[in-house]
């Protein structure tokens, strides 16, 4: 009978002595097993039984049954006096293989966190006291000057001080295309320099620089748990005692009706319950899964802070976007020369760039940057003068020029109604129209804006096709930000919202029973990223954005998102599938165990079977969680055309309506497009109401109002 359960007529006789196996076997018991035999009992001491209890219980019993066959076997039956040292051996061995197996597997997860460590030179060439030295990474100093040469990596992240160069930094950023550094830009410790030779400033050394707090992050994200984790933790709770009742019924029962010898039957049986019930497999579902994941992030340039964001990430069917510095790059820039006779572009611009150099603001700097890209040459400017609200104006080469708004040139007395169109245009797109006259004539309309970032108008067709609302946030006002919502194909806009007001938009969004995910940049934008489900901070933003986030994209381009939301995604597949294993192998093998099957067609299940079993099950959990590691970012392609829809307008704060850019106003006098809520003045007439984008443009209406409601209609 007991062939049924071990085939042993290839075993020689001298092994068969059980003497000699107990002093094999005693070692292994007592010493191998013994990390897992004391876990066991203080699991069980506890009352939290866990796996290891389950294997302690099943070896004890075994391994005391055959005690008892060893040294007093005349208290047994005699066709009962069998001893199963062996099967303490082998499943001893097996549990401790596979757990080395598991082992080998999870610190393979841990590449990640290795690949980065490795980035980091190991020496740094600075320059002290007029002398270029060679130092340790660890002697590196804040203020410390660095010399890099083509191909050496940086060591620590700073400033360039002077010369330039190429550097790819998609080691860190997860962007392909190197990046032309310059005086006066950061760069990033670990990166690549390629071109030139260039010296910077150390700013950030040691635990301080971005690559040590990637390492950080991406630790801490490995070793938390996600909700899903510690729902398995809870049923594994339960899993446990229960399993160890079933192994006690099973041994009650075959031992009342089990075939002969019943007792060594039950024993064996219920042994196998106790072995083949092991939750190793549940217990590695999720933690690997979680590793191999948040390790994948980082090397495609995602900060994921926590497992419970990488899971709540999968869920999210809103996106709320920040515009200015996540949507757009953040700083203006020239967009438009439109001339109006007399002049090309390129003259315009000159003239105009030259003097828009002596002014300090922003907008001018934006005009300056865009005549030096075309490589103009600016000439001399005299009797310079700002007006203020206004504009400026000055001589150039002897020529007199006006930049500013309409109420500059209108105060100058020169008739801007050739520039009217252009100026409505710009205005409807969300740009700055700045009007040019030269020498007592309308010359003029330059744009300037806030331009969008490369990929974003790709970004957010990417994730609506992936079934996610996109909202775009903003304090500007509502023309503008439709203007930019129809650029990137956003539906609905957020706007005029105040930077206190923006963490309560998105608790509004969530009480309409939303997962909402929320990415910004700056500083007003931390509590909003706190409130969301899933925060994600753009990684050119400010230190408390990133600190208040769940999720970091170091690059600043929002694909990062779209390849995170893809990577929870992945990463929850793979972990429910895990679970199906897990628990689809319990589900079978536990009956089975028990001797379901006995009745019917006279299948059992040894011991030793049992564990080989389960320390495959483990390993077929660890192999499918490693699939994760063939997880390859989706590229995020451009969209060669947005559909042209107005989207709606929500107005942030304390306001509730909701509009549509249809219901923007044009004055009647310049033809500008505003918004009636921040118009500077309005009027009435012929049952109409008329609002004005300056008090000036109000005061000529009222002189004449007949003419220009008729030019409205």
């Known amino acids: ?60 019993a075994a391994f005391g049954y055959s005690l008892v066959v060893t040294f007093v076997p005349g208290v047994l039956p005699l066709d009962v006096r069998e001893v199963y040292y062996e099967a303490v051996g082998v499943i001893i061995t097996l549990i401790l293989l596979g757990r080395l197996l598991e082992t080998k597997a999870k610190a393979g997860t841990g590449e990640a966190i290795r690949t980065l460590i490795g980035l980091q030179p190991r020496t740094a060439r600075i320059v002290r006291d007029g002398v270029e030295l060679e130092v340790a990474i660890d002697d590196v100093r804040l203020a410390d000057v660095v010399v890099v040469r083509p191909g050496e990596k940086l060591p620590v992240d700073g400033e360039v001080l002077e010369g330039s160069s190429s550097v790819d930094e998609s080691m860190v950023t997860g962007e392909p295309i190197p990046v032309t550094k310059k005086p006066g830009d950061a760069v990033i410790g670990a990166t690549i320099n390629q071109t030139g030779t260039f010296r910077y400033n150390a700013t950030k050394v040691g635990a301080d620089t971005m690559l040590a707090q990637i390492i950080n992050l991406v630790r801490q994200a490995q070793g938390s748990k996600a909700p899903i984790q510690r729902l398995v933790d809870r049923v594994s709770s339960y899993f446990v005692p229960a399993v160890i009742g079933i192994a006690i019924w ?25 072995i083949i019930a092991c939750p190793c497999a549940l217990g590695l579902a999720t933690p690997l899964s979680i590793t191999v994941g948040t390790g994948k992030g980082a090397t495609a340039g995602i900060l994921i802070r926590s497992a419970e964001a990488l899971e709540t990430a999968h869920k999210l069917d809103t996106v709320v976007l920040d515009k200015t510095g ?29 003097v828009e150099r002596s002014s300090e603001h922003p907008l001018a700097a934006a005009i300056v940057a865009g005549a030096h890209a075309r490589d103009l040459d600016l000439p001399e400017v005299i009797a310079f003068d700002s007006v203020t609200g206004q504009g400026v104006r000055a001589l150039v080469e002897g020529r007199e020029v006006l930049v500013g708004n309409h109420r500059l040139l209108a105060g100058a007395g020169i008739d801007i109604q050739a520039l009217q169109r252009d100026v409505q245009l710009l205005a409807a797109d969300g740009k700055t129209p700045m009007l040019a006259a030269v020498d007592g004539e309308a010359a003029g309309v330059i744009g300037v804006a806030d331009t969008l970032k490369d990929g974003s108008a790709a970004a957010v067709a990417a ?27 956003i539906n609905r806009v957020v706007a005029e919202v105040m930077p206190e007001h923006k963490a309560r938009e998105v608790k509004r969004l969530q009480g309409e029973g939303r997962i909402v995910g929320m990415v910004g940049d700056g500083i007003n934008d931390a509590p909003a990223l706190a409130q969301a489900d899933v925060g994600s901070a753009i990684g050119t933003g400010t230190d408390v954005a990133i600190e208040s986030s769940d999720i970091t994209l170091i690059s600043g381009a929002l694909s990062g998102l779209v390849t995170a939301v893809d990577l929870s995604r992945a990463t929850m597949r793979n972990i429910r599938q895990n679970l199906v294993f897990a628990f689809l192998y319990n589900g079978l093998g536990i009956p089975i165990a028990a001797g379901a099957l006995y009745p019917t067609f006279g299948w059992t299940l040894s011991p030793m079977i049992a564990a080989g079993a389960m320390a495959l099950s483990s390993l077929s959990v660890v192999a499918n969680a490693n699939r994760l590691r063939g997880f390859t970012p989706q590229p995020v392609h451009d969209v060669a055309d947005i559909p042209a829809t107005d989207p709606v307008v929500e107005v942030g704060g304390d306001g509730e309506e909701e509009i549509t850019m249809s219901e923007s106003a044009t004055d009647p006098v310049c033809g500008m497009s505003i918004d009636p809520t921040s118009a ?27 003419t220009y409601a008729t030019a409205a209609n």
């Open 1 to 60: 009978m007991l062939t049924e359960f071990f085939d042993v007529t290839w075993v020689p006789d001298l092994l068969m002595n059980p003497w000699l196996q107990l002093a094999l076997i005693s070692p292994v018991m007592g010493y191998t097993g013994w990390p897992i035999h004391k876990t066991g009992w203080l699991a069980l001491a506890h009352r939290s039984a866990d796996m290891n209890s389950l294997i302690t219980l099943g070896t004890i």
């Open 326 to 354: 996540t949507i757009t790059k953040g700083t203006p820039a020239l967009t438009d020369v439109r001339p109006t006779g007399g002049c090309t572009e390129d003259q315009l611009l000159a003239l105009v760039a030259a």
């Open 250 to 274: 099973t041994f009650v029962i075959w031992a009342l009706v089990g075939p002969p010898p019943a007792f060594v039957f039950a024993l064996v049986a219920a042994v196998s319950v106790l």
């Open 680 to 706: 500077a003045a309005s009027a009435e007439h012929g049952g109409r109401t008329f609002y004005f984008c300056s008090t000036h443009c109000a005061d000529q209406f009222r002189a004449e109002p007949d």
């Open 463 to 489: 994730l609506v096709q992936r079934g996610i609302e996109v909202v775009m946030m903003t304090g500007d006002n509502r023309a503008t930000a439709a203007a930019i919502a129809r650029q990137v194909g």
